[in-house]
C-alpha cells in the first residue's frame, strides 16, 4: 500500500499486485468521498463487467485493443479512455506488459 494518504508510486501500487498468474490484477492505491485509483494490469484476459462509476483509464505501458459497447479501438501508453457507468467494456489482444491507471468517480450510475 502507498505510504502517503495523497501520494504513490507506481512501484509501491504495482508491489501490492495479487500474483502475476492471476487474470484479474488489480490494486486500489487511494480512496477519497466517491473518487477511487487503482492500478489495473491484467495477464492473458479481462474478465471485468461494467461498472456502477464513471471511469478513466490512463494507459501507462503496453498496447492492444479496447472495446466498448461494440466499438473497438487499438490503444497504447499514454492513451486516456472513458467509460461510462454501465458501459459493457474490456481490454483484449494487449501486450504482456500491459497496466494502466484506473481513476472511478461520481455516483452510482455515473454523471448526467
Known sequence: M????WMFSLQEIEASLPAADRAMRFSYALRHGS???GLYA?????TQG???????????RGSGEFVK?????????QDV???????????ESFSDDFA?????????GGDA
Open 2 to 5: 502507498p505510504t502517503s494518504d
Open 35 to 37: 473518487m477511487k485509483v
Open 42 to 46: 491484467p495477464r492473458a484476459q479481462d
Open 50 to 60: 461494467p461498472h456502477a462509476q464513471d471511469e478513466l483509464y490512463i494507459v501507462i
Open 69 to 77: 459497447n461494440g466499438q473497438r479501438r487499438s490503444f497504447a501508453a
Open 81 to 91: 479512455l472513458f467509460v461510462e457507468a454501465g458501459a459493457e467494456h474490456r481490454f
Open 100 to 108: 494502466s491507471w484506473v481513476i472511478f468517480w461520481g455516483p452510482s
